[in-house]
């Protein structure tokens, strides 16, 4: 990260990714960058493509214009002009609503260049659009979603997603595998680097001493063995162990059930989950029109809409914006900040 880009008091440049072009995602970009809050808060891009995002505008009716550059640098970052670096792949008339090769190719493109330009300094983070995986794939990208991909483009190890909704925020062991899979691969190693991982986030967002709850794997955390095989006591305890020894304000393993209750009303600042519905459905019951994905242990700030492409409803006009606009607000609370020279 360059200088410029680490130094203190201004408005961070976010890099917005276009997602999947047969999808809603370039429509709620334009319904966002139609808002004047967005710009009070951050200065956006967009990387994608501009005749898609003029074709979006025509279905959202926002009326702005869309200014196509090829390097943020050329950006005017003004409200009623959207500008975007331009890849041309999506060709005009493009259809809404249907699978297409050609657009998880875009949508995989588009993430590659906001991941470079990040990295050159050239931007303070990545928000992004939904993509279609089975789009991405057929385009020969075979990575199960974007935080499993943006791990290859950083050469990350290893990372994990967070949620973030009203009243709770919850970070995953395993995510995008199997339930016996993830199972077999939790063990103490993770689940504390998981845990390290989430808290460093908080601290990093304010939150100087964050409580975290984690789950169990199974009901009522094993009922002292009556349920599973020991996995608590073999998978999770250890590694709580070595948090609590740290300081840290961590308990568990606790019944999951209970514990999303109690992080629900302030309990918590985090939830460690150990699988992926285990998080993702306390998170989408408690408002999946405002929930955040966060990538957690980039090199880049990487926050994402917590929704799909909605094939069902692209090209209508009808999407709601509002988790993208929430996911620049976490791009702009996590990201450094540009000197006022620079804002």
Known sequence: MSQNATASHGRPIVAITMGDASGIGPEIIMKALAREDVYAMCRPFVVGDATRLREADAIVKTGLRVNAI???AEARYERGTVDCIDLGIIPAGHPFGQLSPLSGEGA????????????AGEADAICTAPLSKEALHAAGHKYPGHTEMLAYLTGTPEVSMMLVAPKLRVIHVTTHIGLMDAIRKIEPGLVFRVIERGRATLVKAGIAEPRIGVCAINPHAGENGLFGQGEEEEKIIPAIEK?????????????ADTLFFRAGRGDFDLVVAMYHDQGHGPVKVMG??????????LPVVRTSVDHGTAFDIAG????????LVEALKQAVD????????AA
């Open 316 to 323: 209508k006009g009808i999407a709601d914006e509002g988790s």
């Open 70 to 72: 090829q390097a943020p």
């Open 288 to 297: 999946l029109e405002a929930g955040v994905n966060i990538t957690i242990g």
């Open 334 to 341: 996590l990201a450094p900040k540009r000197s006022l020279a």
């Open 243 to 255: 948090c609590q020894a740290n300081g840290w304000a961590v308990q568990g393993p606790l019944p």
């Open 108 to 119: 995989f493109r588009y993430i590659e260049r906001a991941t470079r330009l990040v990295e």
